[in-house]
């Protein structure tokens, strides 16, 4: 069959997918090729495309974005969407004008201002005294970042202070424990956050009926201006961006570190030696050195009226530590920038960090080194209520997390978590127990994970995008592109033999009412999972694992493998290689659907091999054309002959 398109060509028609219609039959995530072979199963079933698109938008939530209610409508846009996605991506890492913030604004049903320009007056400032280029440049910064809280003034200037209190206590005391951990009850407190409204936060979380409480938050959520927030973010980045770029013509730095006061906050010019930052600053420039950034500094918070922060290290191998419950990467009502040139550096919070915005928005982008980044929850790019980006472009990096992380979002978030190259590892889970199905296992949300507030509103948009590297994967419970209740989550991974582990719901997996995908463009992958997994949907859902080429194993207990069951449709589509399909429950896995029992109609599953020798646990042969119960189908196609070479030997 088809060879698996090159990276430049994948991303052409992919730019060309931003630039004009995202639609259906300009996929590259699912092709002409897939597309035909796609058509000709349904037709094996008696059915076509149409009746991939049965009712699944059954409930009734508020605050539910258009893309993830269009994916559950109209499931074959869900490709197409990882397609955008990849467009973006890689036009960035190949140096490109092209930027994530339009793409994140039209996804959280919103839109976004450009930075535009500004002009840097004469005013005298403190600054002043230092080399012209680099004062030009902090004048320049100052101006571009006052328009920036300019916006987020305006994001926010429908919640009281005290709603927002509200608001963060909730959000932060849920996903740390508060009603059982005292330190996390501290931890909130140095945030801004009243003692009394942390109980009543705890008092809500244990009462009988939640609609009360979740009616009011929900009301809160949508006085948020979400356009400014993405606007005053697209502005900083671009602000850093800039500086960065321009600080080449600098040529005399500080020998110790100084510090100019200024409106919008501290401001710090660093050494070419090691230094050491520990205090809250809007912006901290760096030009070299093994660097130390410690708690109170590289985050936002505007509980605290500190809605701006900025750090732009040139060079060295450097060290972000956060132990406080937000850390180094985290804007809460506020936007955070981190901008790592050079080195091999480690990220590490305790709690929340690296890339999470939480009502705000973050970005932390680091340019080369093999990194290192761990933390609790929600970090690693993570979006709630605005935007969390983490976009790492070079190296052998190591990601580490508990839960909610690694491209995670949550109520109208996106969160991403982009990886340009190098052979990565990614790891979440071990730290809070699933107890509602699998006590001695471990909850993930994570890499490529949404979720919303059911039944009252739907969830966000989350991805991880890996362009190359042979990588690993590893969750436990809801991880690898799976979404819950009214959301989209994508894993999107472009070349490499991979390895993708977890252990319940995943690897392309919609739970209740959303959508979740998997797609792996190139290489030999080993696909392990246990239960609902690869291409498996649940109870109203669509759930999608693609993957275009190389020789592949998949394995699963049950419920796995291009499994539907309660009104989903579930699809797993191997485009090439000498692939293997390997479920202990049989009756259970591969093309297995089943007929709604009370619910009227039932699910659609299907697994699709279109090239190679391939084995099947359920009996499948190669060219098969299996039916299996209740709208099911395992469709294999037989290789392609090799051509003989009739030419005679001389």
């Given at each position: ?399 580490k997390a508990g839960l909610a992380a690694q491209g995670y979002s949550g109520l109208l978030g996106f969160g991403l978590l982009a990886d340009f190259d190098g052979n990565d590892y990614y790891l979440a889970g071990g730290v809070k127990p699933d107890y509602e199905r699998h006590p001695e296992r471990f909850v993930s ?206």
């Amino acid at each position: 069959m088809r060879a698996p398109p090159s990276v430049a060509a994948l991303s052409l028609l992919l730019v060309l997918l931003v630039a004009g219609s995202a639609a259906e039959e300009q996929s590259a995530i699912l092709g002409p090729e897939e597309m035909e072979h796609l058509d000709h199963a349904l037709y094996d079933m008696n059915m076509t495309r149409e009746d991939m698109g049965f009712t699944r938008d059954v409930a009734d939530p508020v605050l539910v974005l258009t893309n993830a209610r269009e994916a559950l409508r109209h499931p074959l846009r869900l490709p197409a969407m990882g397609d955008t996605l990849l467009a973006v991506t890689q036009d960035i890492a190949a140096g490109g004008t092209n930027t994530c913030w339009p793409l994140m604004a039209e996804w959280l049903d919103t839109f976004v201002d450009p930075p535009g320009t500004v002009s840097v007056d004469n005013r005298s400032r403190e600054w002043d005294a230092l080399e012209y280029n680099l004062a030009f440049l902090i004048s320049a910064f100052v101006l571009k970042a006052e328009k920036a809280q300019g916006m987020l003034r305006t994001a926010y200037a429908e919640i009281p202070a005290s709603e927002q209190c509200h608001m963060a206590a909730s959000l932060l005391g849920d996903m740390f424990d508060a009603e059982d951990q005292p330190e996390v009850r501290r931890e909130l407190t140095f945030l801004g956050i009243p003692p009394a409204t942390i109980q009543a936060v705890i008092d809500e979380n244990l009462a009988l009926d939640p609609k009360p409480a979740a009616t009011n938050y929900i009301a809160q959520v949508a006085a948020i201006d979400r356009h400014a927030i993405l606007t005053a973010a697209w502005i900083m980045q671009e602000a850093v961006e800039t500086f960065m770029q321009a600080q080449t013509n600098v040529t005399e730095w500080p020998e110790e570190v100084v510090t100019f006061p200024s409106m919008l906050g501290d401001i710090y010019i660093g050494t070419r030696g090691n230094d050491h930052y520990t205090q809250p600053a809007f912006l901290i420039v760096d030009p070299g050195g093994n660097d130390i950034y410690g708690d109170g500094c590289a985050r936002a918070n505007g509980l605290q009226q500190h809605w701006l922060s900025a750090v732009l290290d040139i060079a060295g191998n450097d060290r972000y530590e956060g132990v406080s419950i937000t850390g180094p990467g985290a804007a809460l009502f506020g936007v955070a920038v981190i901008l790592d040139a050079a080195g091999n550096d480690h990220h590490q919070c305790r709690y929340a960090g690296q890339g999470a915005g939480l009502f705000g928005a973050s970005i932390l982008i680091d340019r080369a080194g093999d990194d290192f980044y761990s933390a609790q929850a929600l970090a690693q790019g993570a979006g709630y209520v605005g935007a969390g980006l983490l976009m790492d472009y070079g190296g052998n990096d190591v990601y580490k997390a508990g839960l909610a992380a690694q491209g995670y979002s949550g109520l109208l978030g996106f969160g991403l978590l982009a990886d340009f190259d190098g052979n990565d590892y990614y790891l979440a889970g071990g730290v809070k127990p699933d107890y509602e199905r699998h006590p001695e296992r471990f909850v993930s949300l994570a890499q490529g994970f949404s979720i919303g507030m059911r039944p009252f509103a739907g969830g966000g948009m989350a991805a991880l995008v890996d362009l190359k590297g042979n990588d690993t994967y590893i969750a436990d419970v809801y991880g690898q592109g799976v979404a819950y209740w009214y959301a989209v989550g994508m894993l999107l991974d472009a070349e490499g033999c991979d390895t993708y582990a977890m252990h319940h719901y995943g690897q392309g997996s919609g739970i209740h009412l959303s959508a979740g995908l998997l797609f792996d463009g190139d290489g030999h992958d080993m696909y392990t999972g246990y239960i609902l997994a690869q291409g498996n949907a649940h109870d109203y859902a669509v759930g999608m694992l693609v993957d275009h080429a190389g020789n592949d194993t998949y394995s699963a207990d049950h419920h796995s493998q291009g499994r539907a069951l309660n009104n989903a449709l579930g699809l797993l589509i191997d485009s090439g290689g000498d692939d293997a399909y390997f479920a202990r429950q049989n009756e259970q896995s591969q093309g297995i659907g089943n007929d709604g029992d009370k619910r009227e109609y039932g699910s659609l599953a299907l697994l699709l091999d279109l090239d190679g020798t391939d084995q099947y646990s359920c009996g499948a042969e190669d060219g098969a054309r299996l039916l299996r119960p209740d709208f099911g189908i395992v469709y294999d196609v037989l290789p392609e002959p090799e051509t003989e070479n009739t030419e005679e030997v001389p």
